[in-house]
């Protein structure tokens, strides 16, 4: 029995092998910390994870990511000043500081922020969690969370912290894995985006709507279409499968992509895709 880390309701709904629990009052799950491995810190990412850009695919990722740099600044364009919460290497940052926001960050890997000082003002950058970097209140216009909340161990006082370092009228924008996705539950615990033991949350859009309106969030809305990770649709098909997945069939496999990402596209227009973007007001 656990209690569920948004409305606090007993649960003992076990899924993923009883790994995870799940609450169905929120549509949340959420890691049994008892079950994670002795080693797990949530903040295994190193040096080399933060490098990525020279094998034979990285092309595609870098291709969304600057799709997605642009859809970001839209969101948050007027915003003077601009949190990145899980930084990473400073991509998102500096290219918000090159359109003249006042960028900051905050990552949990110290390898992250030696590499994002390298683009980003050092003063402005704090190594902890959004929790531990104690910014000041109603400090920012926005915070943007890319793919960060799916590692967060106590939601509801990230997005209450999140919530008080804005302004008044202050966006906060995540990007998350979405479990209630086709993919999802077509590949189930071989998903691309489940990666246990890092990833020791997972929302549906009920979940995380439920969370940010729990913790005075309003307007929250929920965008499908977003341009990352169209590639793992194929990736999830051919899990489910039971078929591994090494580099050098990933490389075999991209004149498939050309129908499975149009076919992700399509999915996302109906309302169900791998990602999605929430964008919430305090």
Not at 15 to 24: D, M, V
Not at 102 to 117: F, H, K, P, R
Not at 223 to 235: G, S
């Amino acid at each position: 029995m656990a209690r569920c880390l948004i409305c606090n309701s007993p649960t003992d709904h076990r899924r993923f092998g009883g790994r995870f629990f799940y609450c169905p009052d929120c549509d949340f799950h959420f890691a049994d910390r008892q079950a994670l491995p002795a080693s797990d810190s949530g903040t295994g990412y190193g040096t080399d994870y933060y490098k990525r850009g020279s094998s034979s695919l990285d092309w595609m990722f870098r291709m969304f990511t600057v799709l997605e740099q642009k859809r970001i600044q839209s969101v948050v364009k007027g915003c003077r000043r601009v949190l990145d919460i899980g930084c990473g290497s400073g991509w998102m940052a500096e290219r918000l500081q090159q359109h003249g926001t006042e960028a900051y960050g905050v990552d949990t890997s110290q390898a992250a922020i030696a590499l994002a000082s390298e683009k980003v003002d050092p003063l402005r950058l704090k190594c902890g969690t959004l929790m531990s970097a104690r910014f000041e209140a109603g400090f920012f216009d926005a915070a943007v969370a890319v793919h960060v909340l799916e590692h967060v161990e106590d939601p509801v006082a990230f997005a209450a912290e999140a919530r008080r370092i804005l302004k008044e009228g202050g966006i906060l924008l995540l990007r998350i894995p979405n479990i209630a996705s086709w993919e999802a539950r077509l590949a189930g615990s071989s998903w691309y985006h489940f990666d246990y033991p890092f990833h020791i949350a997972h929302y549906s859009p009920r979940a995380v709507t439920r969370l940010l309106q729990t913790c005075g969030f309003r307007e929250v809305r929920i965008r499908f279409a977003v341009t990352e990770y169209r590639q793992t649709l194929l990736y999830s098909i051919l899990s489910a499968l039971g078929i591994p997945l090494p580099f050098w069939l990933k490389v075999a496999l991209l004149p498939l992509q050309v129908v499975f990402m149009p076919l992700a596209c399509l999915l996302s227009l109906l309302g169900d895709s791998a990602t999605i973007e929430v964008v919430a007001q305090k």
